[in-house]
Nanobody, 115 residues
Framework: QVQLVESGGGLVQPGGSLKLSCAAS????????MGWYRQYPGNQRNFIAS???????TYADSVKGRFTISRDNAKNTVYLQMNSLKPEDTAVYYC?????????WGQGTQVTVSS
């Protein structure tokens, strides 16, 4: 069992920045992936970014060049730096952990981009 706790969401104006954090605890494997998804009301969760334990990153086209994912393996924490935020980035953001046993999810944190 892996528990994930997200923080850092909130309200920001268009063009602004936010940094999300996700701390993992429990039975964490050395070789694992962590990432972020977001969900609009009434829709499925969509992939945003991921990072392996070795530091390899992948991004959705919609956030490339604006969002940066990073990971501190010593703290079992993954971050999502979000810059140049747009109103369409408004969503609930979920942290994800993946290893050979499957996925674990955080509770989600709301990000609202509005003037």
């Amino acid at each position: 069992q892996v528990q994930l706790v997200e923080s850092g969401g909130g309200l920001v104006q268009p063009g602004g920045s936010l940094k999300l954090s996700c701390a993992a605890s429990g039975s964490i494997f050395s070789f694992s992936g962590m990432g972020w998804y977001r969900q609009y009301p009434g829709n499925q969760r969509n992939f945003i970014a991921s990072i392996t334990s070795g530091g390899t990153t992948t991004y959705a086209d919609s956030v490339k060049g604006r969002f940066t994912i990073s990971r501190d393996n010593a703290k079992n924490t993954v971050y999502l730096q979000m810059n140049s935020l747009k109103p369409e980035d408004t969503a609930v953001y979920y942290c994800n952990y993946l290893d050979l046993r499957g996925h674990s999810w955080g509770q989600g944190t709301q990000v609202t981009v509005s003037s």
